[in-house]
């Protein structure tokens, strides 16, 4: 997972690697494909934020630090494709350049309101 901010929005956005076999248990259990397609299922999407939400709050996370946007794939980040250091750490530069389409597309929805 990679949570990415910057000082011209007033919000972050989580970008996250779903688990694989965790994805094709959801997709079976709910009659879908375990498709790149399927990760824009709002059921799906609910769910993750969910988790996401509750796992902010136990760690008191205020409202600037918890995600309002977020992107799931099924790709995993490697050192061979430049993401990850050999030392497995995200190269966030990289990150930013190869997700910048995607960061001004979820900068663009509203963000995700927050259930109390």
């Known amino acids: 997972?990679?949570?990415?901010?910057?000082?011209l929005n007033n919000h972050c956005l989580?970008?996250?690697?779903?688990?694989?076999?965790k994805f094709k248990a959801w997709a079976?259990?709910?009659?879908k494909?375990?498709?790149?397609?399927?990760?824009e299922d709002q059921g799906l999407r609910d769910q993750v934020y969910a988790d996401v939400i509750k796992l902010c709050k136990a760690n008191k996370l205020n409202s600037l630090e918890?995600?309002?946007?977020?992107h799931l794939q099924l790709d995993p980040w490697t050192v061979e494709t430049d993401i990850l250091t050999p030392t497995m750490k995200l190269k966030r530069n990289v990150a930013r350049k190869q997700?910048?389409?995607?960061?001004?597309?979820?900068?663009?929805?509203?963000?995700?309101?927050?259930?109390?």
């Open 1 to 7: 997972m990679w949570i990415h901010g910057d000082s």
């Open 14 to 21: 989580m970008f996250a690697i779903i688990d694989e076999p």
């Open 28 to 31: 079976s259990e709910n009659g």
């Open 33 to 39: 494909s375990a498709t790149q397609e399927t990760l």
């Open 66 to 70: 918890t995600p309002k946007q977020f």
């Open 99 to 116: 997700y910048a389409d995607m960061i001004v597309t979820l900068y663009e929805r509203p963000p995700i309101p927050s259930k109390k």
